[in-house]
């Protein structure tokens, strides 16, 4: 059945019937805003908006593949200030033909990798459009800790990652060449596996600067260098090349770095350290930061794709 | 210069340098998310979206107009709740060719409405899209006070209202009939004048329910009618039907009751409180809750024009 035949009000009742309410939410979906707690008296709040053909395809993805994507988009970004996230809201605007079970599932999707991190969807709103869109807004809580910002990064310092690089990037090369498999990388493109938790750890183990890793590495860190008025240098071999990816690339005609140095999606967080604090488990060194400005791998400008310009 | 050649950082810059920051936004944008200030340890969240050419043209409205509605639906929302608002988060999805100018115009007006509550644009996110969006989430603050939900009108209480009706979808009536006067009607559609410090002024005054007004007085009041299950009757007479809205609906020929007690987008506050509180200064008292369900008006179900439904 299409969103247009069961219309916006049960739309929304369909969709947020299957909605689960977490322990912060203390007033959810059905009225004119939703009510989240702030237990440290700060709320950490983004927003980021999917665009069908732009961000996503229905076929390549399904609608729970494209919910876990919005909703991993956003509370990535949380964790990236060192918080935890507590509440989704949702602006979705859907072609008048889709079918009401995408729309369900996608919902499904939104609030099941809400659930990861204890949140939920508290609120939305949805309207007819002829360009799916999924507006996704994240809030989150501190819990008493200064947010971890991009201007903190101090030549010295160390830089590491938490979580994957280039899988999502190498996943929708696959898919954008017609191909289906390798499995391990088409389905990182389609859920990507965020470190949520490092985020908080980063930020307890006294990190300096942090950010999400959504547009490529080098173009991530490049904000968190001019930010911070710094230079940053990668160390190449301190980037782990799964044989996967390596096999894809090599099979693609593709230099591998590119997805690992400039693909985005993953959502892993780069974060530096003071030199003599170390880094936290899970963490992994990939360079220094220096004095001066821009981003070097070993020492040289990377000649790559450095990451992506939604208007371009 | 469009968009697209200025490119999504390019654009992002202009706009966050036109943002003024307000005093409870503790990070503003530029980093992964912003921090803004809940000084009661919740905070309310609400999410609303406009769609071009479903809830405005650009022919018919200035960026700056657009950039007013867009806000002032989410803060009438959140004055809804009986709370004060704090920040505005946007995500906007632009053609590529749109000119920079309509974004940065687009954004005066997202943030000379916020700021008319001492509010600000904390952060965002742009797309390109085919189809223009603005979908923006706000936030406030409840100053201690429970929140006036939908649900708990009661037989017996009053019902008044804050604000204008009607004189939106009368603007709106005498735009798509190609006229651009009377300039009282098209400038309230244009930028609805919400009277947010009711919101927070009926919460102090003991409101047992309240909504904001988009949908359509009698549609909106059902919403409140069905939660508190209890029905409604309001008084035609207690209606303030302006001369020039009587003037415009006779020469176009049509009922302005169905502009006043259909017609949404002007954000007035409908709220409900016991008889015995009297209605707060700057209300007006239009019907009663009483025993059974559904909206009457003067005793007798309405035959007109009900509200919106975005996906029909």
Chains 1, 2 share one sequence.
């Not at 800790?145 to 991009?150: D, K, L, N």
């Not at 938490?162 to 996943?171: D, F, N, Q, S, T």
């Not at 391990?184 to 980063?202: F, N």
């Not at 005609?253 to 003599?276: I, M, R």
Request: proline fraction near 5%; charge should be negative; hydrophobic fraction near 45%.
């Amino acid at each position: 059945m299409s969103v247009a035949r069961v219309g916006e009000f049960g739309l929304i009742a369909r969709v947020t019937a299957r909605l689960g309410v977490g322990p912060t939410c203390l007033l959810g979906p059905g009225d004119d805003a939703a009510v989240v707690s702030a237990p440290d008296r700060r709320v950490v709040a983004c927003t980021d908006v999917l665009v069908e053909g732009r961000h996503f395809r229905r076929d390549w993805s399904s609608a729970t593949d494209i919910g876990h994507r919005a909703a991993a988009a956003n509370l990535a970004d949380i964790a990236a200030m060192g918080a935890i996230p507590t509440a989704l809201l949702v602006a979705l605007c859907l072609p008048p033909d889709v079918d009401v079970r995408w729309a369900e599932e996608l919902a499904d999707g939104l609030a099941a990798e809400a659930a990861l991190v204890g949140a939920s969807v508290v609120g939305g709103d949805m309207s007819a459009s002829t360009t799916l869109t999924v507006a996704v807004t994240a809030l989150g809580d501190l819990g008493g800790r200064a947010p971890v910002v991009r201007d903190g990064a101090q030549a010295g310092d160390v830089v590491a990652i938490a979580g994957r690089l280039g899988y999502a990037a190498a996943g929708y090369t696959v898919l954008s060449r017609g191909f289906r498999t390798p499995k391990l990388l088409v389905e990182a493109y389609r859920r990507p596996q965020v470190p949520y938790g490092a985020g908080p750890q980063a930020a307890v183990h006294g990190a300096t600067a942090m950010i999400d890793v959504s547009d490529g590495l080098l173009a991530d860190l490049g904000h968190v260098a001019t930010a911070s008025r710094v230079g940053i240098d990668l160390c190449a071999d301190a980037f782990d090349v799964p044989q996967q990816m390596r096999d894809a690339a090599n099979a693609l005609g593709v230099d591998p770095y590119s997805w690992v140095l400039g693909g985005g999606e993953d959502h892993a967080l780069a974060a530096t350290f003071p030199e003599d604090h170390g880094i936290p488990d899970g963490w992994r060194m990939v360079g220094h930061v220096v004095h001066g400005g821009g981003l070097t791998v070993d020492g040289k400008p990377y000649k790559g794709s450095a990451g992506w310009d939604h208007f371009r």
